[in-house]
């Protein structure tokens, strides 16, 4: 698995042939006029508020995330979950990670934590989270199905794995994109059950969230 650090994936429908692989390896995206402009397009495309709705997202919960690069969807679960809550900040690139840091101190940000993780288990280090969430990057992932299994023994029995990735389905088949069955079926190999959510209101992206099937 790889997760770039410096990767942005920008799935604007206008934009979608020219940015989709907006990957920012080699480009200067961390600079803060690129960053502000892209999170921009995301917030209008992704709707990430509405997002943290449906899934659930409350305050006071434990949260870990996967593949957060420069902290795009951290912040914004952060100030969801409140100063009660803590989020757990994964990546496997050390200088993504601290980016984060670098904002939390400018920002006196104090309930994200950042975990180094490896190519197939982000070693959260808790093993009873509400809910792991892998946001626009699971597609990028190399040890998809691996992660997955991993993922299980950091949440606590009644918690959930909240995948938010491009649906083929919506922007076209892709050999890129995992497409909804493809995730159903990763999940049933790491012993995941899923539950519908409604994510009729994204153009280009899909919510799957799946709970750990005990004794599996």
Known sequence: MKIPSYRLTILTLGLMAGLMF???SGQDFH???????????RDRDL??????????L???????????SYGYFTFKMCRQIGNTGTVYANDIDSAALRLIEKKCGVEKITNIK????AVDDPFFPKSDLDMVVVFDCLFEFSEQAAWMRNARKYLKPEGRLVIIDPDPSKIGPSAHFLSRQKIREFA???????????????KSHMIVVLRPIPGQ
């Open 31 to 41: 600079g803060g006029a690129n960053r502000e402009t892209i999170d921009k397009m």
């Open 58 to 68: 409350r305050p006071g919960m434990i949260v870990g995330e996967a593949g957060a």
């Open 114 to 117: 950042t975990v180094l993780g």
């Open 188 to 202: 049933r190999e790491a012993g995941y059950a899923i539950i519908e959510i409604d994510d009729s209101f994204l």
């Open 22 to 24: 907006g990957i920012a």
């Open 47 to 56: 709707q990430p508020e509405k997002i943290m709705e449906a899934i659930g």
